[in-house]
């Protein structure tokens, strides 16, 4: 019996016609409710012509083919509207429907297509994609990249060379190296040399708390790192091996959102003896807030400071639960003064531990002063029965310091509760979110200043301020390169906080639920922004048009009126940037003979609302102290976060992501990393961060080597070299890239997560790179205990 010429037989029409019915049924629903809030009617209009076109086939009628031909035709010319040839907006608007297409196309003969017609369909769809493909491809080129600056030969003491003795090259935090033996020419030869196993793996109550953001330290003849559970480790430079560990035995109740530590103190005291022990020592903070000193050589406990080693950095605080007060950025030492902030854990509770700064002394772990905003004339320990002030901003992130001004700048976060402001201080809002200058002789506030007026966005300073010598006419300025989550980038006079680039006050959208607190104007940086434009429903993403549907309605039901859309609790409302970035705790690198700022940085929303107190109790969200059950439970930070104390918690969906799918909602790039002359602010060249290898729907990697621009945690280092190395997005790499061009010239794949920045240092005139490859549960990235170095053969 004579059977069907393609498509498999009888079957074939009919099964591909239920599934364009049952495609296009979806689009019409959603394509109504898009319609009916105001979006595109392309959706509505494509479901009707799927239906028709599915239908038809179904009953082997050659009609439904063309009408299935003019979607696609007017679902391309439509794309081409909307976002033109940009790359990464076209694959949820053309991928599906060509698939489709071909499938149309091959069932067309069965159901009594001419060969003549199905041939010509063939050809054209064939030019199609070797026309519109190159078409594409040559359209998403990139610009070229500006020349860069002439060098200025400034370089100071302020950068690091053979070691690298704090964890942003020096406590200037410029995270640049003046070494030059691996350049743009020898960097295709660079190979992995050794690689060391800390062996703190997470146990199984704390998988999904793990993030091994450490930078090590290089100081004479050691390595020196710490673990996420702050293992004190030190290893031979040119070979990984071990030379001493110390273990502090952190518990895991402990973990606050992430077990972390992103590195250690270096210090050697001027009053040190040779031969004696801790004349110079490894001091580190912990997850349960103690300070630990051990001797640099031995890694023993340093008796003279504090008891046995250790201070309890939480004395003064009154109650404390497990996971509230930790502390996961290094220290700064400035004038033999430690410098200390404390991460508080969010989301948890209005009056939560205080966020006081304290500087204690280097040799002996004596307080020498406290700064408690809300009490400035309280300058030690509380008197017995009283704590410093509970809720107050905290510096969870990484101070820098000038040992000439004796000033240590601390990038302050928000009061405890983000998203809630009616119960805070005028001097809490006078100080949140800010750049603080204190005198660490004293601990007194010299300057501040604030990014974010009445903060409710969780747009805390994460990043660590660098210095600089900013090229003025006048001559080079002491400076401070203070970049921002909201993607501004500040230039300040390190001696006074005066901006030294223009600061605009520009409106803002009002309302929310606390009209009456929010500011009409929030300061804008005019010299340079990572921010991106505002999004619209064009900015909707998927991997097929039903999925950016699905996001398009999200967005017409949200409240969105651009940057600084206040928060909402009958419906959600998208916050852009996210909590994460513009910059986060990678902050910035900085050539300072050349004169330029690179800066990774993340370009996501967050989809979030306010939810009420009696729902929030409903679903038995409750903070760290009162928690029922396993207290390390838990999704994304802000996914369920009490905030007791206040009306409203908290829900942050992070990313904005699609529940069923796990792609976010905004278009790509979701990172990317970009080159500034420092003098003039404008953009060398922008190009994503991070391929799609390991990304994918549905939690599947996709594999592909294609740059898509990832989310992306962890900072650069910029060398005399001429390159960029940096890891920080989700495929599992470490990257160079050519300073001059923006160009990866050598990648590696790692044995887990990069979440970490890199180090480079050199041993007997050989420079050495290594990167901390331990994965980060937020970034969804492999978890090992690895850390890797890479040389030149």
Known sequence: MAQDRSGGGKAFPILLGVVLVLIGAVLLVGGIKLVGLGGSPYYLLAGLGLIASGGLIAMRRPFGVWIYVLVFVAT????????????????????????????????????????????????????????????????????????????????????????????????????????????????????????????????????????????????????????????????????????????????????????????????????????????????????????????????????????????????????????????????????????????????????????????????????????????????????????????????????????????????????????????????????????????????????????????????????????????????????????????????????????????????VPGGGLEPRLRAATQPHSAYHTLRKADLTERSMWGMSPIDQMICRIQFREADYRGFYTPPIADAHYVEYPGYNGGSDWGGVAVDPVRGIIVANYNDMPNYNRLVPRKEADAKGWTPRSQARGDTLKGGAEGAGDPQAGTPYAIQVNAGWRLPFTGLLCKSPPYGGIRAIDLKTGKTLWDKPLGTARNNGPFGIPSMLPVDIGTPNNGGSVVTAGGLVFVAAATDDLIRAIDLRTGKTVWSAVLPGGGQATPMTYAVNGKQYLVIMAGGHHFMETRVSDALVAYALP
Not at 165 to 193: E, H, M, W
Not at 396 to 412: I, N, R
């Open 76 to 507: 391309l010319a439509w794309a081409l509207w909307e976002v033109g040839l940009q790359a990464w907006p076209l694959v949820p608007r053309l991928v599906a429907p060509l698939v489709l297409l071909v499938l149309v196309l091959l069932v067309l003969p069965g159901i009594g297509g001419a060969r003549r017609t199905v041939t010509g369909l063939w050809a054209a769809l064939a030019i199609l994609l070797v026309a519109g493909g190159a078409t594409v491809y040559f359209a998403n080129w990139g610009p070229e990249p500006l020349p860069l600056p002439a060098a200025n030969g400034i370089a100071s003491d302020t950068q690091a060379g053979a070691d690298w003795t704090a964890y942003g090259g020096t406590y200037g935090a410029r995270r640049y190296s003046s070494l030059n033996q691996i350049t743009p020419d020898t960097v295709s030869r660079l190979k992995p040399v050794w690689t060391a196993h800390t062996g703190d793996l997470p146990s199984e109550r704390a998988k999904g708390k793990y993030g091994a953001e450490t930078t090590p330290l290089k100081v004479g003849d050691s390595l020196y790192l710490c673990t996420p559970k702050n293992i004190l480790i030190a290893l031979d430079p040119a070979t990984g091996k071990e030379r001493w560990r110390h273990d502090p035995k952190v518990a895991d109740d402990w973990i606050p959102y992430t077990a972390a530590c992103r590195g250690v103190v270096y210090y050697a005291s001027p009053q040190a003896v040779p031969g004696r022990a801790c004349g110079t020592r490894i001091i580190e903070g912990t997850l349960d807030a103690r300070l630990i000193a051990v001797d640099a050589k031995t890694g023993k406990p340093c008796e003279g400071f504090g008891k046995n080693g250790e201070v309890d950095t939480k004395l003064g605080m009154g109650a404390v639960a497990p996971g509230m007060v930790s502390i996961t950025s290094a220290p700064t030492v400035v004038r033999d003064t430690l410098v200390v902030g404390h991460q508080i854990l969010d989301g948890q509770e209005r009056y939560a531990p205080s966020g006081v700064i304290q500087g204690f002394d280097a040799r002996t772990g004596e307080l020498k002063w406290a700064w408690d905003m809300l009490r400035p004339d309280l300058n030690s320990l509380p008197p017995e029965g009283q704590e410093w002030s509970r809720g107050t901003p905290n510096m969870w992130t990484t101070a820098s310091g000038d040992e000439q001004l004796g000033l240590v700048y601390l990038p302050l976060g928000n009061s405890a509760a983000d998203y809630w402001s009616g119960l805070r201080t005028p001097i809490e809002n006078q100080y949140a979110t800010s750049l603080v200058a204190l005198d660490v002789a004293t601990g007194k506030p010299v300057w501040r200043f604030q990014t974010v007026r009445n903060d409710v966005w969780d747009y805390d300073l994460g990043s660590q301020a660098s210095l600089v010598d900013f090229p003025t006419a006048a001559g080079p300025v002491p400076a401070l390169v203070l970049p921002s989550k909201q993607g501004d980038i500040y230039i300040l006079d390190r001696r006074t906080g005066r901006p030294l680039t223009p600061v605009e006050e520009r409106p």
